[in-house]
């Protein structure tokens, strides 16, 4: 019920950075980067797939409502959702997720998270944008997008994580 | 039953991933105005495009026949236009049609050599007979010259031994049009005395004074012209109004009053 409760904490927080703050981010009109997802990534791993379908769909659902796209971050999220086992098992450095606990550095590595982070976002920004331009005529532009915010995002998403969940881990 | 229950549950997340994506999708499509646009032009342009394919095709099929409907509704109307001229005419004396308009096919044409000839695909059963005029809907186009049973061969204006008698439309001096041989596109207009004023451009029709072909139909424009010293005609070269080699669909006109005239004319 306490890691419900936290995991709540970090959703409410996460989003209204991604509203009020990261949204306001735009260079160029080509970086617009999305850390939200973040709370898609830490879910704990033992979380029915399930639930974490209906929870990817809700988490992009609420910022879909906040920035008027109905749709296209619940369609990625969703999409990242139900990717996020498979990619678990496929990354996985060990034989087994301890169970009860969640993806975090303390465990599993710089490495191993900075590589789920990578393609988690890569999955995410990459259905994302295509459901954005909704057009291949200009596919090397949205690849460009896809690539810069790939980057832009993962360097917020470890920003917040090292500020934010680092030290809850370790109290833990 | 059971079954498919259990693939049901086996599958659930899937099933219920491909649910969650269907919403979003139709969530973008119904709230977004861009996407919605997208959509719908894509939606459009594929289905208009296959529609257009096939109405095409289909339509390819059907030319012919079309063709031939428009052609006798073309006919139909002209005769329609020119018992009407007559009636308004007050100073017309005819109470008959003064020609008769009928169409044919162009089904075969020879127009590389200086004896050219086009063959119509209709003949005596159709009521064709000799000198005939034919026209089409660019202007004039010759003279029938042979008929058989379902056939009639066509001395076109592109003819050396043809000569048409015509007449510039803008101040009607009028001359004879006759062919050189060159090109099937141009020809020349003699007799046309050197003071008369002449613009490129100019349209040449029928006169109207040979008895074949009604007055005032286009027979070419004035390409160029030049006066030769000593000479009291100007040579002007001449545009040919019909293209004879896209031509397809022509008309076959009678001069009902033919007999009556030349009997009149020819007696002393």
């Known amino acids: 019920m306490i890691r419900s409760y936290k995991y709540i904490i970090h959703f409410i927080l996460l989003i209204t950075i991604q509203l009020l703050v990261v949204n306001n981010i735009q260079i160029n009109s080509y970086i617009n980067p999305y850390m939200y997802i973040l709370f898609i990534l830490i879910l704990p791993f033992d979380l029915s797939k399930s639930l974490l379908l209906l929870i990817g769909f809700f988490t992009g659902l609420s910022v879909d409502i906040?920035?008027?796209?109905?749709?296209?971050?619940?369609?990625?999220?969703?999409?990242?959702?139900?990717?996020?086992?498979?990619?678990?098992?496929?990354?996985?450095?060990?034989?087994?997720?301890?169970?009860?606990?969640?993806?975090?550095?303390?465990?599993?590595?710089?490495?191993?998270?900075?590589?789920?982070?990578?393609?988690?976002?890569?999955?995410?920004?990459?259905?994302?944008?295509?459901?954005?331009?909704?057009?291949?005529?200009?596919?090397?532009?949205?690849?460009?997008?896809?690539?810069?915010?790939?980057i832009a995002s993962i360097i917020l998403m470890l920003f917040y994580y090292i500020i934010a969940l680092k030290h809850t881990k370790k109290r833990r | 039953m059971k079954e498919l229950l259990n693939i049901f549950v086996k599958f659930h997340r899937a099933f219920l991933f491909i649910l969650l994506e269907i919403l979003c999708l139709i969530m973008i499509i119904n709230n977004n105005n861009f996407h919605h646009s997208v959509y719908m032009s894509s939606a459009n342009s594929i289905c208009g495009g296959i529609f257009n394919t096939t109405s095409s095709i289909s339509s390819f099929f059907k030319l012919k026949s079309i063709n031939e409907e428009l052609l006798l509704e073309n006919t139909e109307l002209k005769n329609q236009l020119i018992q009407r001229n007559i009636e308004n005419d007050t100073s017309a004396t005819l109470i008959n049609n003064k020609y008769l308009y009928r169409s044919a096919h162009v089904i075969n044409k020879c127009i590389n050599k200086t004896e050219n000839s086009i063959t119509l695909d209709k003949g005596r059963k159709d009521g064709i007979k000799k000198e005939m005029a034919v026209i089409s809907n660019k202007g004039v186009v010759g003279i029938i010259s042979n008929v058989s049973k379902n056939y009639s061969t066509v001395l076109p204006i592109i003819n050396q031994t043809l000569s048409v008698s015509a007449k510039i439309k803008r101040n009607n001096f009028y001359g004879s049009l006759w062919w050189d041989g060159n090109s099937y596109r141009e020809a020349l207009l003699k007799d046309i005395p050197f003071h008369a004023n002449i613009v490129k451009g100019d349209s040449i029709i029928t006169s109207g004074y040979s008895s074949i072909f009604p007055e005032g139909i286009l027979i070419a424009r004035v390409k160029e012209y030049n006066h030769a010293s000593g000479n009291n005609f100007l040579d002007i070269k001449v545009n040919l109004s019909v293209d004879y080699k896209t031509l397809e669909n022509v008309y076959i006109v009678e001069y009902l009053l033919k007999e009556e005239q030349t009997q009149l004319e020819t007696s002393k």
């Not at chain 1, 169970?99 to 465990?107: D, T, V, W």
């Not at chain 1, 393609?119 to 291949?136: D, K, P, Q, R, V």
């Open chain 1, 66 to 150: 906040f920035s008027n796209t109905f749709g296209i971050h619940a369609a990625a999220t969703t999409l990242l959702a139900f990717v996020r086992p498979t990619l678990l098992t496929l990354i996985s450095t060990r034989e087994a997720y301890e169970p009860g606990s969640c993806p975090n550095i303390g465990m599993y590595g710089f490495t191993w998270f900075v590589k789920y982070l990578a393609i988690g976002t890569l999955i995410h920004h990459s259905a994302l944008f295509m459901l954005e331009t909704f057009n291949f005529d200009i596919f090397h532009i949205t690849l460009g997008k896809i690539f810069t915010n790939l």
